[in-house]
């Protein structure tokens, strides 16, 4: 039996809906057999191009989206609290995660849990680089050789080169999901990615 | 036993997500013992106040939501098939709706439910005052009498009202679903809203 491609998980660090995706993109992979390649971008850096602005920030639909947002978080089981400020920016955290994500996905992937939940639970400050590093730290990383990375030439090319992917894929928003070339937007597509991988396409 | 307040059906009869909203909804209240409030208006009127403009005419999101759309009709089991042109100007449409729901809500829904099905799955022109009055003649309503009644001031007023309402609650796409003063946006989710009725909120 071959293995089947893992299944792209784009996201942005500032992203509510990204972050409850966070928390159930994994399980309903496992539950099919598949494995999540999680692809933290900046959605501002998208934002540029396409005119978007952030969810909260639009007339009318921020109202609303502000209530809608947590009740997603209560219908799908997840803690939440709506930080603030919001949004922040998020490239050191995707620095960060692109980082450790070059010699071990599955760290990059707790380390990108951990900086969710310290926004959307605890209501830290995730934008600065000493809240990223001390959650980096709390995972047992080297601090100081984190913060080295994060600041590097390099690191800051392969974050520019993922969200230039992101650009060149369509990606408009977060979360977005891609099986076997299928896109899906949002975590209210969960219920059609769980049968899209039940079926192979509908 | 009270009788519990309907349910709230806002709409654009150009609106895929609230035609797909329409073939549901009905069943879902109607399932908690509840009926549903239809309440066409004018995305178009809602726009101007708050700068949105159509999701497929939206940069990359407009790409995506072709697919998305169609593939939404068949993960809901709803015949579908995308218009064009697209969108189009439903002010006839809603004026008769809004004329025959003032004296037979059933038949107003009714020649609602057919003038979505005559757009997205027909591919007719619903924008055209022909168009609307063929669908309310195929429906046994008197012809002539339609179109005397969708040019009158009063029901112009009338759909005016209707859109102002709108405006006031905050409406700003279709399809929008009130449940007991909670608003809904999108046939995404009408998870969320069964679990509503179920659950009396959560």
């Keep these: 039996m071959?293995?089947?491609?893992?299944?792209?998980?784009?996201?942005?660090?500032?992203?509510?809906?990204?972050?409850?995706?966070?928390?159930?993109?994994?399980?309903v992979a496992a539950?099919?057999?598949?494995?999540?390649?999680?692809r933290p971008f900046l959605l501002g850096a998208v934002y540029k191009h396409t005119g978007g602005i952030p969810l909260t920030e639009t007339p009318l639909k921020g109202v609303y989206s502000v209530r809608d947002i947590a009740r997603s978080a209560r219908y799908?089981?997840?803690?939440?609290?709506?930080?603030?400020?919001?949004?922040?920016a998020t490239q050191h955290a995707a620095r960060v995660f692109h980082h450790l994500d070059a010699s071990d996905p599955a760290?990059?992937?707790?380390?990108?849990?951990?900086?969710?939940r310290a926004f959307f639970v605890e209501g830290r400050d995730i934008s600065a680089l000493d809240t990223v590093l001390d959650i980096a730290q709390a995972l047992h990383h080297a601090r100081d050789a984190i913060a080295?990375?994060?600041?590097?030439?390099?690191?800051?090319?392969?974050?520019k080169s993922v969200c230039d992917e992101a650009l060149q894929l369509g990606i408009f928003g977060s979360p977005y999901v891609i099986v076997d070339g299928e896109p899906f937007w949002g975590v209210d597509r969960l219920p059609q990615i769980e049968r899209w991988l039940e079926t192979g396409g509908f």
């Design 2 to 27: 071959s293995h089947p491609a893992p299944i792209d998980f784009w996201f942005d660090f500032s992203s509510p809906f990204g972050y409850l995706m966070a928390e159930k993109i994994d399980a």
């Design 31 to 38: 539950a099919h057999g598949r494995s999540v390649r999680w």
């Design 76 to 88: 799908l089981g997840v803690p939440f609290a709506m930080p603030s400020p919001f949004p922040v």
């Design 107 to 116: 760290a990059a992937r707790d380390f990108a849990l951990a900086v969710l």
């Design 148 to 159: 080295v990375a994060a600041g590097s030439a390099e690191v800051k090319a392969r974050l």
